[in-house]
């Protein structure tokens, strides 16, 4: 009896350990210029948003006379599906930061003030301390919405999916820019088969 539970045992780590062996084999990288997209929000939907919001919002501020401290908010997801709004976020900053817009990065903040502080005390060497009025605050603030639209034609699951984002002036709360991306994706509708 014994020797039958060791050899199940056994038998069970061998199949679990084949299976894990060939889930990692079958990992492949593909480029994500390539992507056909999908029923899900992925890297299509990132890649074309990104491009259209930093060409629209970089040729914005280059027409700006004021120089240009960005922060941004949230970019909320009021969609039916899970999408990672931070990754959209962080490529578009990314972008922009290439074409050398400037953001503030207000997180880093209370660190900075500790450090201007302990400048001020004299235990800091004077040539690396960090001076009063160095700091900056955001001028503008960025933030948007991803929305969709869920309907049923022939069968077909169709998604209108628009993506808008805008550029708020911080000391006026006035909309100074503002971009959309819209999707329409028509996927066949999923259903539970036993």
Excluded at 135 to 157: A, E, F, Q, T
């Amino acid at each position: 009896m014994i020797k039958k539970a060791n050899f199940l045992k056994k038998y069970i780590v061998m199949m679990v350990s084949c299976a894990a062996i060939a889930n990692c084999a079958s990992t492949r990288y593909m480029d994500v210029k390539d992507s056909s997209g999908s029923r899900q929000w992925g890297p299509r939907e990132i890649k074309t948003t990104v491009s259209t919001m930093v060409g629209s919002l970089y040729g914005y501020l280059k027409t700006s006379n004021n120089p240009a401290y960005l922060d941004v908010s949230k970019i909320r997801n009021r969609t039916s599906e899970h999408i990672d709004t931070n990754m959209l976020a962080n490529e578009i900053t990314t972008n922009l930061i290439r074409k050398q817009i400037k953001f503030i990065d207000r997180t880093m903040r209370e660190e900075a003030i500790k450090e201007i502080e302990a400048g001020q005390t004299g235990l800091i060497d004077s040539d690396s301390a960090i001076p009063m009025g160095e700091l900056k605050s955001p001028n503008y603030l960025l933030k948007g919405d991803i929305i969709d639209n869920v309907r049923y034609v022939d069968g077909d699951r169709v998604q209108y999916l628009v993506v808008t984002l805008k550029l708020i002036h911080v000391a006026s709360s006035e909309v100074r820019w503002q971009e959309q991306q819209e999707f329409l994706k028509a996927s066949a509708e999923e259903r539970l088969t036993w």
